[in-house]
């Protein structure tokens, strides 16, 4: 059976950072490409970043980009989002989710989700 969990998640004052984990059971990361989203309330779902199969390319949202880090520990079948320097409006649940073919913010795309983790920014 797969499964993602994230883990990770809090309370955590503007400026601040966090770590979020998404460990997977029931398949192997180098089978599956995998991204981070968050949805606030009342939003739509936006994708946050992706790292490869291969962990060879990554991709993010403009949003993120020069705050947030993807990485990934093919060894412990679990996937980083490293946040920096959060902000108010990053305030969301985190899913982290897997997808067989590619690195992409779509999240139309991916085949298996997370349970997500809560993260609250403060002003």
């Known amino acids: 059976e797969v499964q993602l969990v994230e883990s990770g998640g809090g309370l955590v004052q503007a400026g601040g950072s966090l770590r979020l984990s998404c460990a997977a059971s029931?398949?192997?990361?180098?089978?599956?490409?995998i991204g981070w989203f968050r949805q606030a309330p009342g939003k739509e779902p936006e994708g946050v970043s992706c790292?490869?199969?291969?962990?060879?390319?990554?991709h993010y949202a403009d949003s993120v980009k020069g705050r947030f880090t993807i990485s990934s520990d093919n060894a412990k079948n679990t996937v980083y989002l490293q946040m920096n320097s959060l902000k108010p409006e990053d305030t969301a649940v985190y899913f982290c989710?897997?997808?067989?073919?590619?690195?992409?913010?779509?999240?139309?795309?991916?085949?298996?989700w997370g349970q997500g983790t809560q993260v609250t920014v403060s002003s």
């Open positions: 029931g398949f192997s990361f180098g089978d599956y490409a």
């Open positions: 989710a897997a997808e067989s073919l590619w690195c992409t913010l779509e999240a139309l795309r991916y085949d298996y």
């Open positions: 790292i490869s199969k291969s962990a060879g390319n990554t």
